[in-house]
């Protein structure tokens, strides 16, 4: 009757300090004057505490909830308006001189020409490369293969003047857009030693954006100048994988895995679909806030393309790639180009083996080639 009363009796008391191992003298002042009070208000003061407690713990839940639910408002908020920045408003001083970031446009079209389209598998071809590179450049026009047998073309050279490749079909001179500016600088990126060659790249593809010539064709192709590339074969290669059964009507586009040993698109074919190409274009400067630069070129577009959730289509059978099938004897690639089911065939560092591995494709089709070394 006492305990339901709510009064305790000062031999209990003593009995209950024991039986919990702490004695009196051994509490401070504060909690005897506090046990004091709770032992003559009973266990409503008790149940208030608990009460309270319970309000302060779900106070604090909601708090953090609250925090939680506006961080990720935040978040999209901020994703959302990289993805709406348009080309226009992009910031790259640092990465591209402003004085090198565009031609005028009547310099500009020198560097593309444009035959017969293929709908859905219409390509534009595009590739990057020093004054020493382009020896083998002009024996890509002069037999009008490789990249010269892409429906339009363009090449980029790294030099401060055009370089006249030679003459196209319709007895025109074809000559190089020239991007100038800083040289590409050797780094380490994930444990791995390689070229970081990304805002040298950035200078072509601006090039590529501004010209626009690629906006009307179905698939974007950049071709590194020693690989050797068959378009017929690559149209192929698209009618098979490039899920044209999906309309390419909107953002965020598809590109192509085309290394199984890194799961990687290797840079000496770089393969994006229209929407692919301007969800690049209308997003990289995300994508150099995000990624920086400290890599190659074929890794930074790769990692910006899977920020944008583009769609990642996979087809190992279209490129042979020495660094990827790591096949290699005395120096040079080891791989089949009687392959007829290979579009591009890379690397091939002389006019020679270039010309040996590309006459041994058309061949083993059945083509007859005349082609000279000179």
């Not at 024991?18 to 003559?40: A, D, F, H, Y």
């Not at 309270?52 to 713990?57: E, F, G, R, W, Y």
């Not at 501004?210 to 074969?233: E, F, G």
Request: with cysteine; aromatic share 10%; proline share 5%.
């Amino acid at each position: 009757g006492l305990l339901m009363s709510g009064i305790v009796p000062q031999s209990m008391d003593r009995r209950n300090d024991s039986r919990e191992g702490t004695l009196e003298s051994e509490r401070s002042p504060e909690e005897i004057q506090l046990l004091r009070v709770e032992q003559r208000a009973g266990p409503e003061a008790v149940s208030h505490r608990c009460r309270s407690s319970t309000v302060l713990v779900s106070t604090i839940g909601i708090v953090a909830v609250a925090g939680a639910l506006a961080w990720v408002a935040i978040r999209w908020i901020n994703s959302r308006d990289h993805q709406m920045e348009p080309l226009e408003t992009t910031r790259l001083d640092d990465v591209v001189p402003s004085s090198s970031l565009f031609l005028e446009s009547s310099s500009a079209t020198t560097a593309t020409t444009t035959t017969t389209q293929m709908g859905n598998f219409s390509l534009f071809c595009f590739t990057v490369g020093t004054h020493y590179e382009m020896t083998v450049i002009k024996w890509q026009l002069k037999e009008f293969i490789g990249m010269f047998a892409c429906d339009a073309f363009a090449v980029y050279s790294l030099t401060s003047e055009p370089i006249d490749l030679g003459n196209l079909s319709n007895g025109s001179s074809f000559l190089t857009t020239p991007i100038p500016g800083p040289p590409s600088w050797t780094c380490t990126y994930s444990g791995i030693s390689m070229m970081c060659n990304v805002a040298t790249m950035l200078r072509a593809w601006h090039h590529v954006f501004h010209d626009r010539v690629a906006d009307d064709y179905a698939w974007t192709v950049k071709i590194d100048p020693d690989t050797a590339l068959i378009p017929h074969r690559l149209v192929a290669h698209l009618q098979q994988h490039g899920r044209m059964d999906v309309p390419d009507a909107g953002p965020p586009g598809r590109y192509f895995l085309n290394c199984k040993r890194f799961h990687s698109m290797q840079g000496p074919l770089e393969l994006l679909s229209r929407q692919a190409l301007l969800t690049f274009r209308d997003n990289l400067q995300r994508c150099i806030w995000e990624l920086g630069q400290n890599m190659g070129e074929d890794i930074f577009l790769f990692h910006c393309l899977q920020r944008l959730h583009a769609w990642q289509l996979q087809d190992y059978g279209m490129l042979s790639d020495g660094k990827c099938n790591g096949l290699y004897y005395q120096g040079r690639a080891l791989f089949d180009c009687r392959d007829t089911s290979i579009a591009a065939f890379h690397p091939f560092k002389t006019m020679e083996t270039y010309a040996s591995c590309i006459g041994q494709a058309y061949e083993a089709e059945g083509v007859n080639t005349s082609m000279r070394l000179h």
